[in-house]
């Protein structure tokens, strides 16, 4: 039997929050317990609002100098859903994913229990306790509370990450134990990172969302890589990657989803950076679908990125390159990013002997090391491509008069007005810059040779009053390409 209750219980709804980061739970559960608990459980009970789609909890208490210890578990109007003792002070439960100790699955509306277990509390003693509970709307899955929203490093700078890969989720392989070819554990493809010194990896498992329960329960344990959930969409009419999704994704581009515009509006409605990825590569037995060739159009304004390195396909034929190139000339602005679209992380680079996770890396400028920062981060465009991973730098801006733009951002720059263009490089000795505006290769510099381990070139350049994009590449002395930098715009729309 349940011993008698004496807790007071109170219950306060908090304001529904607004924000993804905002730090306000949407109820809290609090009360006390005092000795007369002692080896009993205690079921809290709370009402879960219809079109739930994420439950977060936050849970502390007081008396743990007296050795007071209350462990947490969790029951549905089914029944009992998990049980994570004194392990863990949150945790999360979703359609797709939840923290370990918990299930994943429906969230039906109604009266759910926070189940309190206390193995001791002193005679005498009493304890104060807190539950912080979050609600996310189930139509809205990547509004998260920041409790899910983890800052691994503060402060703005350049963030390396890996935006392309596969994992036994879809259909990466590797060798087993006994060599046979077995489905690639996603945890190979983090060390992997790590090893590489990755600070990011996007995890872009082809129309699936089940590697999210695996990414919830891994974060805390790589506590130096961020890890963002993403899913490379994949259709008969070409394949995108989106960025920091929380549940599923309808993919049936042609058959659910009336065409691609649809499916890109949706990213945009639930916030979801998307990049369209290895753009020219050919849809036919070759490779199925692979080329973006979307029958309704692509509203190209809607879209974040182009995936302009895929692993090693730099230079060849089938590069995203003059595909990017094409569409910043139509007028958008598109960040250019890459990705090793990893599909066996023990595979190793023959040259070099590390995984080929991470190459290429996309250099990203954010404000900090956490989800949103990075997805903000590729939005602004201020990103570049290292194709070998090498840790060589590329940074770009332009000034007029008082304004001074990076890249990514638009200069507005009146017809005969000239601006001063300045192009850093770090790490890339021997290597040669290259400009590109608007798609063409500008003989710019008088010498294009880095010659230093940190140089600046800059340069003036004439506006026409025209629209135009201005970009940097670096290339190794043979040729290869080693940077891809992103445009500082002149005279593009602001967005
Ligand atoms: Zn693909
Ligand atoms: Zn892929």
């Known amino acids: ?57 936050e849970f502390d ?17 089914q029944g009992f859903r998990g049980w994570s003792g004194g392990n863990k002070r949150m945790f999360t439960v979703a359609l797709d994913d939840a923290t370990p100790s918990y299930r994943a699955g429906p969230l039906p509306a109604g009266r759910w229990h926070l189940l309190l277990g206390v193995p001791n509390i002193r005679q005498g003693a009493v304890s104060d306790y807190t539950a912080r509970i979050d609600f996310t709307p189930a139509d809205l899955p ?16 350049w963030y390396r990450g890996d935006l392309h890969m596969h994992t036994a989720h879809s259909d990466a392989s590797c060798p087993s134990q006994q060599g046979a070819k077995v489905p690639c554990p996603l945890f190979l493809t983090l060390q992997a990172a790590e090893e590489r010194r990755l600070d990011f990896v996007a995890v872009t498992e082809h129309n699936t969302a089940s590697h999210l329960q695996e990414l919830r329960g891994l974060q805390p344990y790589f506590d130096r890589l961020l890890l963002l959930p993403g899913m490379e969409v994949t259709t008969f009419q070409g394949h995108a990657n989106v960025f920091g999704l929380q549940a599923g994704l309808d993919f049936r581009v042609g058959d659910t989803v009336r065409d691609w515009n649809a499916l890109i509006a949706e990213a945009v409605r639930r916030g979801l950076p998307l990049s369209v990825n290895h753009p020219a590569l050919p849809s036919d037995e070759r ?38 190139h094409a569409r910043l000339n139509e007028g958008y602005r598109l960040t250019g990013v890459g990705g090793s679209d990893n599909h066996d992380a023990t595979l190793r680079d023959s040259q070099f002997g590390r995984s080929r996770v991470g190459a290429p890396t996309t250099v990203v400028h954010a404000q900090s090391l956490s989800q949103p920062a990075i997805l903000d981060g590729i939005r602004a465009g201020r990103v570049f491509v290292d194709l070998d991973g090498s840790g060589a730098t590329l940074d770009l801006s332009a000034r007029h008069g008082e304004a001074i733009v990076a890249m990514g951002e638009n200069l507005a720059l009146p017809t005969d007005a000239e601006a001063e263009f300045e192009l850093r490089v770090s790490g890339a000795l021997g290597a040669r810059v290259e400009l590109i505006v608007d798609g063409r290769v500008e003989p710019l510099l008088a010498d294009a040779k880095v010659a230093m381990q940190e140089q600046a070139f800059s340069w003036r350049w004439r506006s026409d009053g025209g629209r135009h994009w201005l970009r940097a590449d670096v290339r190794a002395g043979d040729g290869r390409l080693l940077l891809v930098g992103n445009p500082v715009y002149v005279n593009f729309q602001e967005r």
């Open 1 to 57: 039997m349940k011993k008698k209750l004496l807790v007071a219980l109170c219950l306060s709804i908090a304001a529904a929050h607004a924000t993804a980061a905002d730090d306000s739970a949407d109820l809290v559960l609090s009360g006390r317990i005092d000795g007369a608990a002692h080896e009993s459980y205690i079921e809290l009970p709370f009402e879960v609002p219809a079109g739930t789609g994420r439950i977060t909890v």
């Open 142 to 157: 990547e509004r998260l509370p920041a409790a899910l929203l983890p800052m691994l490093r503060e402060g703005a700078g």
């Open 287 to 324: 490779c199925m679908g692979c080329g973006w060739r979307p029958t309704g159009g692509t509203d190209w304004s809607k879209v974040v990125a182009v995936e302009a390195v895929n692993g090693q396909d730099a230079g060849t034929p089938v590069s995203g390159i003059p595909f990017w």
């Open 61 to 77: 208490y007081g008396g743990r100098e007296e050795k007071t210890t209350i462990d947490l578990g969790l029951i549905d109007p």
